[in-house]
């Protein structure tokens, strides 16, 4: 491990992998969380998009799901998830706001069943970031100006998280789920974080 980027105690990424909270982002805790198996170091950022329901933006249907308060009868769709308790550490909006759900030193219930280069149960080792949106819908700029900013921070604070351990949903359950879709354009957000 290298401690080449926290040259001083209190760097915002030194602050962020001692609290596990980010700075500027509302913090809004879900109940879905749990610990990470012991002595488990956080090496991979898995990008996701959502929306509730799908190819709707705006609303908060998105917090209240992972704070396992969406009301089934609200819409059809809701009933099909309803009973799930699902997580991610960090939401994205569409404006580029940022929503904090769980500590990222916790283990969220983002991945389900996964793998990364062989390792298994991406949940335990990795940090998850919903990005408000649909598989073909274009992302908003705001949001891969966010998404690069907090991934910078998040790599700094963890270097185990390399350039080639940020991957999609989709990269580590494939045929199972598609996000974040072919709309996120991978090249453009390399070229944004390298720009951090
Ligand atoms: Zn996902």
Same mark, same amino acid.
């Given at each position: 491990?290298?401690?080449?980027?926290?040259?001083?105690s209190?760097?915002?990424?030194?602050?962020?992998?001692?609290?596990?909270?980010?700075?500027?982002?509302?913090?809004?805790?879900?109940?879905?969380?749990?610990?990470?198996?012991?002595?488990?170091?956080?090496?991979?950022?898995?990008?996701?998009?959502?929306?509730?329901?799908?190819?709707?933006?705006?609303?908060?249907q998105?917090?209240?799901?992972f704070?396992?308060?969406?009301?089934?009868?609200?819409?059809?769709?809701?009933?099909?998830?309803?009973?799930?308790q699902?997580?991610?550490?960090?939401?994205? @909006?569409?404006?580029?706001?940022?929503?904090? +759900?769980?500590?990222?030193?916790? =283990?969220?219930?983002? %991945? &389900?069943?996964?793998?990364?280069?062989?390792?298994?149960?991406?949940?335990?080792?990795?940090?998850?970031?919903?990005?408000?949106?649909?598989?073909?819908?274009?992302?908003?700029?705001p949001?891969?100006?966010?998404?690069?900013?907090v991934?910078?921070?998040?790599?700094?604070?963890?270097?185990?998280?390399?350039?080639?351990?940020?991957?999609?949903?989709?990269?580590?359950a494939?045929? @199972?789920?598609?996000?974040?879709?072919?709309a +996120?354009?991978?090249?453009?957000? =390399?070229?944004?974080? %390298? &720009?951090?």
């Open positions: 491990m290298t401690s080449s980027k926290r040259t001083t209190d760097s915002p990424a030194s602050r962020v992998r001692a609290t596990g909270i980010l700075p500027d982002a509302r913090w809004c805790p879900s109940p879905n969380y749990g610990d990470r198996p012991g002595g488990t170091a956080i090496s991979l950022l898995v990008v996701h998009n959502i929306s509730l329901p799908p190819g709707q933006f705006g609303g908060d998105i917090e209240r799901f704070c396992n308060r969406l009301d089934p009868s609200e819409h059809p769709y809701f009933e099909t998830i309803a009973g799930l699902v997580s991610a550490h960090l939401l994205i @909006r569409r404006d580029g706001s940022v929503v904090q +759900f769980v500590n990222l030193k916790d =283990r969220a219930w983002h %991945a &389900g069943r996964s793998s990364f280069c062989g390792q298994e149960e991406c949940n335990d080792y990795s940090i998850g970031i919903e990005l408000e949106g649909a598989d073909d819908v274009p992302y908003a700029q949001q891969y100006h966010a998404l690069a900013r991934a910078s921070l998040i790599m700094a604070a963890w270097p185990e998280i390399t350039q080639d351990r940020i991957t999609g949903h989709s990269d580590i494939p045929g @199972r789920k598609t996000d974040p879709g072919p +996120f354009d991978w090249e453009h957000f =390399r070229h944004r974080l %390298a &720009g951090h």
